[in-house]
């Protein structure tokens, strides 16, 4: 037994040592920096206590960018699981016809980076030459907004593109989940006369919270990770309507050079986001159901 130890030790030890380097260093390291004024160019690092702190908390863009970032987590974490679910449902009890082609469709989305969203969505949603203000013209509207350029409108967008983007991932998850449910369950359901709402509200919804579970967590760190979309679309624009923390971290660190504050403003997003998931997964504590 002692040796069986030694031997499992041998081979976790080079795992656990990497993820030393590469994670718990770099975590720790970022900590520090947060306490200093550091440009990122030189290794001239000037303590500054909790001056970048006191930065953060006075800063309007910050709260701004934090009321984004909120904003498209709430909104994304709302829709992609309703319309996922929706769209899962339909398809396992083949209520539509072509249930493996709209698994491809609506999957497609997530075999393109979302850079290349981002960037066909640009122009898509472009005023002049896009192809929904076209199709709008064709049908006889000519007011239309600017939408990426209307701070009535983008941060509308944005949350649209990420819906589209994420809703055929989450639609594939819950498939599979309930395809795994034993077909006696809704076979039991219809001889006790009980409708596809009863069946979807008594067996299917009960059997698939583990996996609610599971995508609440993923949509809340996507939610508040949003970056490549909103930095390619907008750019935080317009006048900052769809500045997310992440754009704000990386305007501060690679286009003002303040690597210290833009360290700090990570570490709080950090935080903020562990703690959310933490509290996201005890809120949701309970028993899973088995069948």
Known sequence: MQKNWKAGLLFVLPALLLYLLFMIVPYLLAFGVSF???????????????????????????????????????????IVPALALHFAVTISRRLVSGARFFRIAFFFPNLISQVAIAVLWWFALNPEFGILSNFLRALGLSDLPSWLGDPAWAPWCVVAVKVWAATGFYMILYLSAIEGIPTDYYDACRIDGAGEWQAFWHVTLPLLSEMMKVSVVFLLLNGFGTFDVVRIMTDGGPDRATETLATYIYENAFELGKFGYATTLAMTLFLITFALALLSLWLQRREAVEY
């Open 36 to 78: 200093s004024k550091w440009r990122g160019v030189s290794m001239q690092i000037q303590f500054s206590g909790l001056d970048n702190f006191r930065q953060m908390f006075g800063d309007p863009h910050f709260w701004r960018a934090l009321r984004n970032t909120v904003f498209f987590t709430v909104f994304t974490g709302a």
